[in-house]
C-alpha cells in the first residue's frame, strides 16, 4: 500500500511539475503548481510527518498560492507568454548536471561519516507533540529570528505592493476621487 | 519496500525540473514558480531523511524553509508588481541594460 502511494505520488507530483515548468501559459502551471503541492503534503504523511504536512496545506497552497492569485490580478497573466528560449538540449543537461553535482555535494559528508541522530522522537509522543518539544526548547531562537523575518517581509510586501495607499480613500469624497482618477489616467 | 533512496531520487529529480525552470524560463513569475519547485524538493528530502534517521531536525528545517519560502512570496510578489508597473512586462530580456 505505502509502494503504491508512493508511485503514484511521486509519478503526479513530477508530471504536475513538468507542467508548471514548461507549459506557455501562467494560468496552467499556477494551478499544477498548486496541486503538485497539495499532493506533497501526501508524501509528507506518508513518512510520518503529520504536522509538516498540514503546514504545508496551510501555508503553500493556502497562503502562497493564494498570494500568487492575488499578485496575477495586477498582470495581465492570462496571455500566452512569448519567450526567446535557450536550446533545450543544453539547458536540460546543464541543469541536470548541476543538481547532480549538489545532490553529490551535499550528500557525501553524510554517507562518508553517517549521520548521529541529534533528536529523536520522544517514545509515546506523537508527530505534532515530538515537533512542538523539539521546536520550542532547541529551535526557539531559529523560530523567534523566524518570527520576526516574517513580520519584516509581511512590512516590506505591504510597502512596496501600496504605494499610494498614503492617501486614505474614505476620507476623500466621491467625486472628487473620480476627478483624481481621470487626472491619472491621462 | 520505499526507502530513503526512492525518495531522494525523487527530490533530485523534483530539484532538475526546478533548475531547468530557472534556467530556461524567461518569464519572472516563472521563475519564481520554479524556485518554490525547488525549495518544495528540499522539504521533501529533509522529511524523508528525518524519518528514515528517526531524527527531528530535518523537519525542523523544513519548517524554516516553509517561513524562508513564505516571506520571499511576499518581498518578491511585491518587487514583481513594481517591475511590472514600471515597464508593462515581466520578460526577463526587457529589464536587461548592458548590452553584449
Known amino acids: 500500500m505505502e509502494t503504491f502511494a508512493f508511485y503514484f505520488l511521486s509519478i503526479s507530483i513530477v508530471a504536475l511539475f513538468a507542467v508548471t515548468v514548461w507549459s506557455r501559459n501562467i494560468l496552467y502551471s499556477m494551478t499544477s503548481l498548486a496541486a503538485g503541492m497539495v499532493l506533497i503534503s501526501g508524501l509528507f504523511f506518508i513518512l510520518g510527518a503529520d504536522f509538516l504536512g498540514v503546514v504545508q496545506l496551510i501555508v503553500y497552497v493556502g497562503a502562497v498560492m493564494a498570494l500568487y492569485a492575488f499578485g496575477m490580478m495586477f498582470f495581465d497573466a492570462t496571455g500566452v507568454v512569448k519567450e526567446k528560449n535557450a536550446p533545450a538540449m543544453t539547458v536540460f543537461i546543464l541543469g541536470g548536471l548541476t543538481a547532480l553535482m549538489l545532490v553529490v555535494i551535499f550528500a557525501a559528508p553524510s554517507i562518508a561519516n553517517g549521520a548521529p541522530a541529534f533528536y529523536p522522537p520522544m517514545a509515546g509522543a506523537n508527530n505534532p507533540q515530538a515537533v512542538g518539544l523539539v521546536l520550542f526548547t532547541k529551535y526557539l531562537v531559529p523560530f523567534e529570528v523566524a518570527a520576526i523575518m516574517l513580520l519584516v517581509a509581511m512590512v516590506a510586501g505591504i510597502i512596496l505592493a501600496g504605494k499610494k495607499m498614503d492617501r486614505s480613500l474614505s476620507k476623500i469624497k466621491d467625486a472628487e476621487l473620480e476627478g483624481g482618477e481621470a487626472k491619472d489616467s491621462k | ?100
Do not use: C, P, W
Not at chain 2, 526546478?18 to 524538493?41: P, S, Y
Not at chain 2, 514583481?80 to 536587461?96: A, P, Q, R, S, V
Open chain 2, 1 to 100: 519496500m520505499i526507502g530513503l533512496g526512492h525518495y531522494l531520487i525523487l527530490a533530485s529529480i523534483l530539484f532538475s525540473i526546478g533548475l531547468v525552470g530557472v534556467i530556461r524560463r524567461k518569464n519572472l513569475l516563472m521563475l519564481f514558480f520554479a524556485t518554490e519547485i525547488m525549495l518544495n524538493a528540499a522539504n521533501v528530502a529533509f522529511a524523508a531523511i528525518s524519518s528514515y534517521h528517526h531524527d527531528l531536525a530535518g523537519q525542523m528545517f523544513a519548517f524554516f524553509i516553509v517561513a524562508v519560502a513564505a516571506s520571499e512570496v511576499a518581498v518578491g510578489l511585491g518587487l514583481l508588481i513594481l517591475l511590472y508597473k514600471k515597464y508593462g512586462t515581466l520578460d526577463l530580456d526587457e529589464f536587461t541594460m548592458m548590452k553584449g
